[in-house]
């Protein structure tokens, strides 16, 4: 092959080694058995798990997904080297109006182990590895010129543009600690969360984004470029890569990587929710009230996940051999231009284009991911799984480089059980390109694909994908059941005797729900206050201890009751459905005027009147209920709330409320305003109609000017007002005038809206 771009050379050298994606394992990682092999898409699988422990010493898989080259699938798994591409690809086919794109990302799991903290809880701890490269927007010309080693006559002489055009590649190491833990857990529903924080190491990264690039092909050996603006940088610890050929030197060159990046914080988030209908079959409860769950049983009919992964970014050095570049060249041989190593490859970009000054580090994001995932039990080992899987990050930010998944969209049938699982992934992804794949679990085995046609050998492929793991399971086990009852015996109370769950496996033969082994009397329905024995009138005293078993009653007197509430005792009151003191054995004394003041100490006896009277009326001449002396208003009728006064209708209180606010005298006098007359007017009229009617005028001022003056100025306002009333025909002596000056302010003096306020002359009803 000819045609020797950095997007061949990407692409080949990633072919050549294992490639993996989060969305490998396609078949059996929504299984209940999945255990860490899981973690990747959704953390919160670690909660409630079926392992009490699961770790994985190796696992891995090989993906390859592009919407242009077809493969042919016979020859897709041959020994790599740099030529591969020219023995499995056939003419292109390629949708009209559609660029090429290439995903290949790869992810490693190694030594990685889940253990429950609790019923509740778990953690994990994940160690692993990603490489990721996308090549994105390539024109039909050139992915078409790039497959035929540019031996297209077509394409001679005819304008190209590729200014959207990018390669992306980035590979890191990743260390994960992940915490679950259950948020709900009512009835039916149940919900778990977990988060995994992962710190990122980055191992090397390459980018080139073509802002703008148009160029031709003057023959199958010449490329002539007629501008160019590109992106373009790596990491400096590329500048030792080689091309080479040899599959041994391009891994030793791999291996001789050194970290790129400094350590940077990611993370992955995930929750689910559960519906289970058949719960009670799952469960006991303990002493405590709590329920302790089968946790070797797969407890839910339907189950919906959510997470988000790979949330995060890494900073790289950018390399000084690389940078962005611009210009145009001419005659490039294409057979000639074959750097073999990467300075070689900057060394002649920069031989051939003007470079522009650019920063010394740039930013990479990582492939983020939103992900569903929902799960129906169908019957027993039979589940249906619908998972979206959706990249995010796919449009790179004006000064962020990034790295992103394919989105894919999968449908899996699966059986599971304890040491097998069997999935069938139905799988479409954004190329369009259909997939159905075939994982199996055998005990600490996974082996799988999720694209099988490629196995098969069958021709024009898009893609293929391998998968593998070894893993250390240790499930819960189903635990011994003597006596049947769904108890395991090692938490049943009672193994030998068929029993309830919520009971720790004992019975209960009155159906109290109080174990019989607890049970004080076990064939009577009691209360667990006395140990299941029955307190008929519910009066605190169980049957055995009362003398009243049947009527509500004292703890005090054996459960017998006082009918009349009169600190008595029934058996001890000779008077039991009449109130008495008990000096005289709980019968009343009389009280002839029923005030309650008995006979013997009513000074009144037949006339009623308030004890504090010693039975005898009080004094009352406005006769509205409200003895004088704790009447206000003693000479006119009130009300209780207002100490004996009368509550003003509001009419009357709206032509007071009228009367204060519209109160203005002339500027620093005591001289009324005009517009101040008319609600006086009305005020004056409300007090000659109420002869029982009575006014206090309070004069008050601000604090400005002496407290002198203001006092002197508080009393002639107030006296001005009683002047004008007495004009209008209201008596002087129910007009009362006090006044305070500046002594009572009841707003701000600091402020003139509170001093305003302060300058006020009060008007209170008073009443005899």
């Not at 920063?359 to 039979?382: C, E, K, M, N, W």
């Not at 999720?450 to 793991?469: F, Q, S, V």
């Not at 009449?578 to 029923?594: E, L, M, Q, T």
């Not at 009367?659 to 000659?688: P, Q, V």
């Amino acid at each position: 092959m000819k045609f020797k771009y950095p997007l061949l050379l990407v692409a080949a050298i990633t072919l050549s080694s294992l490639q993996s994606s989060a969305q490998s394992f396609l078949g059996i990682v929504n299984s209940n058995y999945a255990g860490i092999t899981g973690l990747d898409l959704q953390p919160a699988v670690i909660v409630d798990s079926r392992y009490k422990f699961d770790a994985t010493l190796f696992g891995a898989s090989t993906t390859l997904a592009n919407n242009y080259v077809i493969l042919d699938g016979q020859d897709l798994f041959k020994a790599p080297n740099l030529n591969f591409i020219d023995e499995f690809t056939s003419e292109a086919d390629l949708k009209d109006d559609e660029k090429a794109s290439v995903n290949l990302n790869t992810k490693v799991q190694l030594l990685s182990f889940m253990v429950p903290l609790s019923q509740k809880s778990s953690i994990a701890l994940s160690f692993g590895f990603k490489n990721y490269i996308n090549v994105d927007n390539v024109s039909q010309e050139l992915a078409h010129a790039a497959i035929q080693d540019v031996n297209v006559p077509e394409l001679f002489n005819q304008p190209i543009n590729d200014a959207s055009m990018s390669i992306d590649n980035m590979s890191w190491m990743e260390y994960g600690l992940t915490y679950g833990n259950t948020l709900y857990e009512k009835d039916k529903h149940f919900v778990k969360a977990a988060v995994r924080g992962k710190l990122v190491n980055g191992i090397s990264s390459f980018y080139m984004y073509a802002n703008d690039v148009d160029y031709n092909f003057s023959n199958d050996s010449t490329l002539n470029v007629t501008a160019s603006n590109f992106n373009y940088g790596h990491s400096d610890n590329l500048d030792d890569i080689s091309f080479s050929p040899r599959f041994d030197s391009l891994i030793k060159t791999i291996t001789d990587f050194s970290f790129a990046s400094k350590i940077a914080p990611a993370f992955d988030f995930g929750v689910v929710y559960e519906f289970r209908p058949e719960v009670d079959e799952f469960r006991r409860k303990r002493p405590d009230g709590t329920y302790e769950y089968d946790r070797a049983a797969n407890k839910y009919k339907l189950k919906i996940g959510l997470s988000l992964l790979d949330v995060g970014r890494m900073k790289f050095t950018k390399s000084p051999n690389s940078g962005d570049f611009e210009g145009a060249a001419a005659n490039i041989n294409i057979n000639t231009f074959s750097p073999q190593s990467i300075p070689q490859f900057d060394d002649s970009l920069f031989n051939r284009f003007t470079p522009v000054a650019d920063d010394s580090v740039y930013t990479v994001s990582l492939p983020t991911v939103f992900s569903a995932q929902i799960d129906y039990h169908i019957a027993r080992g039979f589940y249906l799984n619908f998972t979206p899987f959706i990249a995010l990050n796919t449009k790179r930010e004006s000064d962020v480089s990034r790295v992103h998944e394919i989105t894919t969209y999968s449908l899996t049938p699966r059986f599971e059980s304890k040491w097998f699982d069997v999935g069938i992934p139905l799988s479409i992804n954004e190329y369009g390109s259909k997939n159905l794949g075939l994982s199996l679990r055998l005990g600490p085995f996974i082996v799988g694909t999720n694209d099988i046609l490629p196995l098969i050998g069958k021709k024009d492929i898009t893609g293929a994908d391998l998968h593998a793991a070894l893993k250390i399971p240790v499930p819960y086990g189903n635990q011994k059941d003597t006596d049947g009852d769904g108890v395991p015996d090692k938490a049943d109370v009672c193994p030998d005797v068929p029993g309830l769950p919520d009971l720790a496996g004992c019975p209960d033969t009155d159906k109290d729900g109080i174990a019989d082994n607890k049970d004080s009397c076990p064939l009577v329905p009691g209360l667990a206050t006395f140990n299941g024995c029955p307190d008929r009138d519910n009066d605190g005293v169980q049957d055995s201890d009362d003398d009243c078993p049947n009527v509500a009653g004292s703890n005090m007197h054996k459960g017998c009751p006082d009918s009349d509430g009169d600190g008595l005792f029934d058996n001890e009151d000779n008077c039991p459905d009449i109130a008495g003191p008990v000096d005289n054995k709980g019968c009343p004394y009389p009280d002839s005027d029923k005030d309650g003041v008995r006979d013997t100490d009513d000074k009144c006896p037949n006339i009623p009147g308030p004890i504090s009277n010693n039975g005898c009326p009080v004094d009352d001449k406005d006769g509205d209920g409200i003895p004088d002396k704790d009447d206000k208003c003693p000479n006119t009728p009130g009300i209780p709330e207002l100490n004996g006064c009368p509550k003003l209708e509001e009419k009357e209180e709206a032509i007071l409320k009228v009367a204060f606010e519209n109160l203005e005298f002339e500027t620093g006098k005591d001289i009324i305003r005009s517009t101040s007359f008319t609600s006086l007017n009305d005020l004056a009229n409300l007090l000659i109609s109420k002869p029982s009617y009575g006014l206090r005028i309070a004069g008050h001022t601000d604090n400005v000017g002496s407290e002198a003056s203001n006092m002197t100025l508080s009393k002639k306002r107030a006296t001005s007002v009683k002047t004008y009333l007495v004009n209008k025909g209201v008596p002087a002596e129910k007009l009362v005038v006090e006044y305070y000056g500046e002594t009572r302010p009841i707003a701000d003096n600091k402020t003139a809206e509170g001093r305003q306020t302060n300058r006020r002359v009060e008007m209170t009803v008073i009443f005899e």
